[in-house]
């Protein structure tokens, strides 16, 4: 299929998608608020610049289009009889579709994309930060209390891990002797 609109068209069409407060990211945030997880949004000094940064958690949380992550695209399959394979080709995915025209500019987009994430979450693992992907196909209606509560059960395993380490204080069995009391003391009436 031909694109219906001119060059000029889809320019100024695809400048204007945002990388911030998307639908999908609404949704998260708004699910996270209500059952009462706090979070950062976009924070600089975080490396990658996480979507959500839940700091007490030590997690990272990114919201991925799938479009422009390239959500399930994999190389195509090579033939034993095919020697060679042209390195710009994907495989276009269920929620990933690869457009035909321009296509050597859009795999390259989204290959580039693939690279920075997988860069940016190998970065923040080596610094002790937990990294959470979830993807714009699993926000669908049918399927974004399952996968909150996947997110939900993510975090509560990193906050036990987190505070697992500390060493907990000893308390004796044993007979202690009486602090002394800051009260008045005791008197006959």
């Known amino acids: 299929m031909t694109d219906r609109m001119t060059p000029e068209q889809r320019h100024r069409c695809m400048s204007h998608i945002r990388s911030k407060d998307t639908k999908p990211e609404l949704k998260v945030r708004q699910w996270l608020w209500s059952h009462g997880y706090r979070y950062r949004l976009n924070v600089k000094s975080v490396p990658g610049k ?29 033939n034993s009889l095919e020697i060679k394979v042209n390195s710009l080709e994907l495989v276009s995915s269920e929620c990933c579709k690869i457009p035909n025209t321009n296509r050597e500019f859009w795999v390259g987009k989204i290959r580039r994309n693939q690279e920075r994430d997988q860069e940016n979450y190998r970065v923040l693992q080596e610094n002790g930060w937990q990294v959470i992907v979830i993807w714009e196909c699993q926000l669908k209606p049918a399927l974004i209390d399952h996968t909150m509560r996947e997110v939900e059960q993510l975090l509560n395993d990193n906050l036990r891990s987190l505070y697992k380490h500390h060493t907990p204080i000893p308390y004796s069995t044993e007979e202690e002797t009486p602090l002394p009391m800051a009260a008045e003391g005791e008197t006959e009436y």
């Open 50 to 78: 996480p979507d959500i940064v839940m700091r007490p958690y030590r997690t990272a949380i990114f919201v991925n289009g799938c479009f422009w992550h390239g959500h399930g695209v994999a190389e195509p399959p090579v």
